[in-house]
């Protein structure tokens, strides 16, 4: 189970920890994005910060219309406490939870600042 909370930004942001080169989980705060269909985006910096292996190239659409062709690397997250090899696509400044990485769990949101974010994993996948 993860717990987050709503931003002041009222965006639902939750903590998942992925795993670095030297084989460390580190807490990476991502942004929960219904409209990314994919597992996560994550910013440059945190990349580097976490010396992602590079991998794909995979060509997006943005919300806009707009095909782009995003850098992918290969990840592991603690997932439902199990590791889980994701891709991560280079992307923007913030970093997104996708819709893929969430199928087979629950996830409630109280939409208020501070309100709580709960994603509880289901067992259907």
């Known amino acids: ?3 987050g909370r709503i931003s002041a930004a009222l965006k639902p942001v939750v903590p998942v920890l992925i795993m670095s080169r030297e084989g460390q989980y580190q807490p ?3 942004v ?3 409209g990314f ?3 996560l985006a994550l910013p440059p910096a945190t990349i580097r910060r ?3 292996t590079r991998g794909t190239v995979f060509k997006a659409t943005l919300a806009n219309g707009q095909e782009v062709y995003l850098n ?3 990840a592991t997250a603690l997932w439902h406490d199990q590791p889980l090899s994701v891709t991560a696509l280079e992307s923007g400044n913030e970093a997104l939870l996708g819709m893929n990485l969430l199928v087979g769990s ?3 949101l109280d939409v208020e600042v501070d309100g709580a974010v709960v994603i509880e994993e289901t ?3």
């Open 106 to 108: 629950r996830v409630t």
């Open 123 to 125: 067992g259907h996948n």
């Open 28 to 30: 990476v705060e991502v």
């Open 72 to 74: 992918g690397y290969e």
């Open 32 to 34: 929960l994005d219904t």
């Open 1 to 3: 189970m993860f717990e």
């Open 50 to 52: 976490l010396g992602l």
């Open 37 to 39: 269909n994919g597992d």
